[in-house]
């Protein structure tokens, strides 16, 4: 009996040890210490343009988070002369001294640069760093800057290196302001024009202010020695409205003799209830406009065109010219000007010269095409290419990542390029912002061709192996086209056609084995399909409908899971995991909260890598101060996705696109262009992602390896023991 005993307690702990093994091999517990790792910024490449100030032929922009230079000495020719490094947030704008740039990024503060030698701009100070500057102004050695959600300061810039705070004004909401030999002109909705006396600084004299009938807000002052000129955005009420512009209101250009600095008279005024005679729409005088010989250049914000007033008579402005300049969906900048040229910057990168030589004739004598905002990028070889919904196309050389310089472009003010949806051999497959799809030829890097546009087939459009899939017209019918020549417009097999009845617009398509996934601001539907070349036979086998009160942002699919990956109504990130094995029966097997919004998905060595991006807000003494995370997270286990590294990025808007390629992140942002950062804690010879996946993968393996070794040896163990015992017990018998 006490052998059988024996036995019995032998084979149980042996087969326990064994299977204790294999559940821990199954559902093991892994930790790994999560490192704050810092990204350093190393270069930078467009962005958008929120500024321009001109000085001896050379014009200075914004350009995402640096300050670039352009020389417009011939403005047929203009050239690029230099580029700041980028800071931590956009140019909002800039002011210029004799000897210096004074930048202000934003919540990145104050920069301060030497211009002296344009070829080589020199930071020499940051002042204000987290103090949120969007608006400058420059006289002399004094300087206005707006702060913090409409808060005023007065600075000493007397010494560049050491800037100082001379005074508070103790007003709020300002919408412009200037200065004209020792005062400062500011105007408000409360006020009006209101007047300062800045001769015995630090003291600031407040003169009163000054009302003029009819008008609301002034948006722009621009001040001469006897003249000043106020755009009002709000007019008196207008009798008659045009019945095909709901909401119209007018706007004047208000002339005032300030011959009498303390005491400003109205003398005249520039009405724009007047119609456009480019584009039949009523006019509205913006921001953006220059004074210069005796002229006024200002800028209509509908038609987007250049009038030229006439004020040598301020009691009756004539005008004598209007140039139209872009399209409707073109944004202005800024307006500056020389005794030559009037400079007209655009959001998207361009700068246009026109030549006012003749008020009465004015023409185009040159654009610039900057590096432009970044729509989307992707990244191939050593080059990026970048979209603009506005300005076209570029490619960008990465070769050495801290100068990314544009090689090529497909230029044009309006040249709509959005997302890029495929890659087909030489081709992209780039939405075209308004509709239909533009195709370019990349095969010759330096000089990409709109080789061809679809104006009838719609992304989403997802291309394998010279089939395309393709969601298009408002009737959202679903169709498969062979691209086996890419150039040639596609035809479609009716056949194959799928009616998707839903009234959203698709965002997603995603082609898995002889499926098709839709993913719509709500919905995930399935469609089957029997491969052909192309597919010859549709059929639907599955939806999934989904929470509306969440709208999908984007769906991609890794091995047998699908991530959805959605906002809430308070902009949050969620990310949710779809078991597609039964493709006839999906369903959601798990919830995870990702910060804002998944922006990337890339495969390391066969493992995959999620990135989220997100913003962490601290609130100090009525100020903020918010910073960019990166981080990682490794979805081996869809179950278990773990968080695997967490970078802390310098920056504080969006992300858009994010890729990981040859030892640095690429990040784009409408706002602030491409960026690109290196972590500081990695050989720039070791991969970043794939160091620490496989750093976990041979962890994993070398578990794997010791647990397998333990469920041989306890199999061999008990055997022994077992054929022992069995034999001590034939010998007990005998």
Known sequence: MNTKKNL?????????LACSTITSLVSPEETKEVKNINLE????????????????????????LSMAIIDFTDPQKPVFVSKTDGSSDVVSDIGLSDCCAFVANARGGLFVYDITNPQETNLISNWGNGEDIQK????????????????????????????????????????????????????STEDMLRIYDLSNLPEVKDLGTTKITGAVSFSRMILTENLALLVSEVNAPIEQKPEDLPGYHSSTIYLLDITNKENPLLVGSIDAVESDPNHDQWTTWTKNLVLQNGFVFAIADLAKSMYAIDLNNPQ????????????????????????????????????????????????????????????????????????????GFRVVDLSDP?????????????????????????????ENYFDGTIIVDISNPTQPIQAAFWNDIDPPLVIEENIGYVLYDDERIFQVINLNNPLERPVSNNISSLSIKTDDYPRNLQIKDEYVYIA???????????????????????????????????????????????????????????????????????????????????????????????????????????????DIYNISNPLKIRLSEHYILDYYHDVERLYVHNNYFYVSSIQAGLMIYKPQEYPISQPVTPSANNNETKESDDKFSSRILIIVLSFVISTFFFISFVRKAKRSRK
């Open 8 to 16: 019995f307690i032998t084979v149980v702990v042996s087969l326990s």
């Open 41 to 64: 910024l190393v270069g930078n490449i467009g962005g958008i343009n929120n500024a321009i100030q001109v000085q001896e032929n050379l014009a200075y922009i914004g350009e995402g």
């Open 136 to 187: 400058i102004s420059v006289h002399n050695d004094v300087a206005l800057i707006e702060y913090n959600e409409n808060k005023y300061k007065l600075l000493d810039i007397s010494d560049p290196t050491k800037i100082s705070l001379l005074a508070e004004l103790p007003v709020q909401y300002l919408s412009s302001f200037a200065f004209i030999e020792n005062y400062l002109y500011t105007s």
């Open 316 to 391: 009756k402005p004539i005008v004598t010219d209007v140039l139209e300049l872009g399209s409707y969906g073109q944004i202005v900048a800024g307006v500056q000007s020389d005794n030559k040229n009037v400079y007209v910057a655009w959001s998207g990168g361009e700068v246009t010269a026109i030549d006012i030589s003749d008020p009465s004739d004015l023409t185009v004598s040159g654009v610039y095409y900057g590096a432009s905002v970044v729509q989307d990028f992707t990244l191939n070889d050593n080059f990026a290419y970048m979209t603009s919904d506005n300005s």
């Open 402 to 430: 801290s100068k990314p310089i544009i090689v090529g472009s497909i230029l044009g003010a309006g040249e709509s390029y959005g997302k890029i949806t495929s890659k087909l051999d030489k081709y992209l497959y780039i």
């Open 520 to 630: 719509t601001n709500y919905d995930i539907y399935i469609a089957g399909y029997q491969y052909r070349e192309p597919p010859s036979y549709m059929f639907r086998v599955g939806h999934l409908n989904y929470d509306a009160s969440d709208e999908i942002k984007d769906f991609t699919i890794v091995r047998n899971y699908g991530y959805i990956f959605k906002k809430d109504n308070l902009n949050a990130g969620i990310t949710k995991i779809l078991d597609i094995s039964s493709p006839r029966d999906p369903e959601i097997i798990q919830e995870y909260g990702f910060g804002r919004g998944i922006v990337s998905l890339d495969q390391f060595n066969n493992d995959f890598a999620l990135y989220d991006t997100k913003l962490s807000y601290t609130i100090s003494d009525a100020n903020y101060f918010s910073s960019q995370y990166i």
